[in-house]
């Protein structure tokens, strides 16, 4: 069975970035994420992450057509 839960390292590793970029992804909201525990440890549904990641493709398409990365 899939994890449904992943820990911020988890999420760094996925999207191949450091770890104050994931914290400060969460932090703005941009990656929903919820606290959990009595440290408040992070945790971001995988299927958050996901949607995210679509949304961060179709941003790039939108880009690409309206000829933002053209030579």
Not at 4 to 16: P, Y
Not at 26 to 41: H, K, M, N, T
Not at 49 to 58: H, P
């Amino acid at each position: 069975m899939a994890q449904r839960f992943l820990t911020l390292a988890d999420v760094t590793e996925e999207l191949n970035i450091s770890a104050a970029q994931a914290y400060a992804l969460v932090r703005s909201g941009e990656l929903p994420a919820i606290q959990v525990g009595g440290r408040g440890q992070w945790r971001v549904e995988a299927s958050e992450l996901e949607t995210y990641i679509q949304r961060l493709y179709a941003q790039t398409r939108q880009r690409i057509d309206a000829g933002e990365f053209e030579a």
